[in-house]
């Protein structure tokens, strides 16, 4: 599915369905890349910096051993030093897995975001936050509801959908997965109770006739509503939908007259075509003369032959039409 419109716009090929969504608040924080440098570069540079400073260390034990206390101590100092600053460099290596980002902070405020994967080294005084950018389904639970024509409903819809940016999503709603999750929900009984399950009207839209452009405005609508948390919407579909058990009997009895009358219909205008043709072939062949009586009843004949539900019983006429 792509890209859908913000809050507020309509859609559809009708521009019939308008999105129906509260207004969010403009976000504070948008990401941003941080600043980051290859992490191969980094650990081989801090592994070689532990190296030497354990080796000034050693140099220092020495010359301590040798008797040159003057020189031992500040060389020994200057190896502590050098022996904790790179391990503490170390500590700023990250390690960044296909389909994640990680979140950069620095004393608590937004410094940034690596999306690279692998290993990638930063200010060792900031942290890091692993947040998932992969594509993820969310499936809403079994709602009971009333439709437009308040007759319950059940339905259950299938969101796709995935992180598009990664400050958004952690720094403007509390939990983003519980956001969505309730805003899926909260979407699908909305969409329910402004459309009935089986509209009177043909021109009407139906969750149950028109379930492309409904799911539409269910993916616009939910767009609308998780925006606020950096997340894209990517597909949405109702994958449950039926009346309530206790109205499921009546309403498949409506069904089935309702087919039961379409049926009817369409014999119906079979079979005066089928009429209206005999009567032409017999009057263009002149088979027989028929006059408006005998044409009145060879039309009721056939019509009763023709609609019948059982099987018709000849009947031989002796006689004549008018006796």
């Known amino acids: 599915m792509s890209d859908h419109t913000a809050a507020g716009q309509t859609a559809g090929p009708d521009g019939e369905l308008a999105v129906d969504a509260p207004e969010m608040p403009r976000p504070q924080v948008r990401e941003v890349a941080a600043h980051s440098i290859p992490g191969g570069v980094a650990l081989l540079l801090t592994v070689l910096g532990v190296a030497l400073g354990i080796a000034v260390i050693s140099v220092g034990g020495i010359l301590g051993s040798g008797g040159n206390d003057s020189a031992a101590a500040p060389t020994v100092i200057a190896g502590v030093l050098l022996l904790l600053g790179s391990l503490f460099c170390m500590t700023g290596v990250k390690m960044v897995a296909p389909g994640e980002a990680r979140v950069i902070q620095l004393f608590g405020r937004y410094a940034g975001t690596i999306r690279t994967d692998g290993l990638r080294w930063v200010n060792p005084l900031t942290t890091a936050r692993a947040i998932s950018t992969r594509v993820r389904n969310h499936e809403t639970a079994v709602l009971k509801v009333n439709d437009a024509y308040g007759n319950p409903i059940e339905l259950a819809s299938i969101v796709v959908w995935h992180v598009e940016d990664t400050a958004q999503a952690l720094f ?28 009177h009207d043909e021109d009407a839209l139906s969750l149950r006739g028109n379930a492309e452009e409904i799911t539409e ?74 006059d408006e ?23 031989l006429n002796t006689g004549s039409l008018y006796q």
Request: net charge negative.
């Open 217 to 290: 405005k269910l993916a616009l609508e939910l767009t609308a509503r998780v925006q606020a948390a950096g997340v894209r919407i990517i597909e949405a579909r109702f994958s449950h939908l039926a009346y309530a058990p206790e109205i499921a009997s009546a309403m498949l009895q409506r069904q089935q007259a309702g087919a039961v009358v379409a049926a009817r219909q369409q014999i119906v205008e079979g079979a005066v075509g089928m009429v209206e043709q005999a009567l032409d072939r017999i009057s263009q062949q002149g088979i027989v003369e028929l």
């Open 172 to 199: 403007e709603v509390d939990d983003f997965l519980e956001f969505v999750a309730t805003q899926a929900e909260a979407a699908v009984r909305h969409i329910a109770i402004e459309y009935p399950y089986d509209a």
């Open 293 to 315: 009586e005998r044409k009145a009843a060879m039309v009721s004949n056939l019509m009763v032959v023709l609609c019948g539900d059982r099987a018709a019983q000849p009947v």
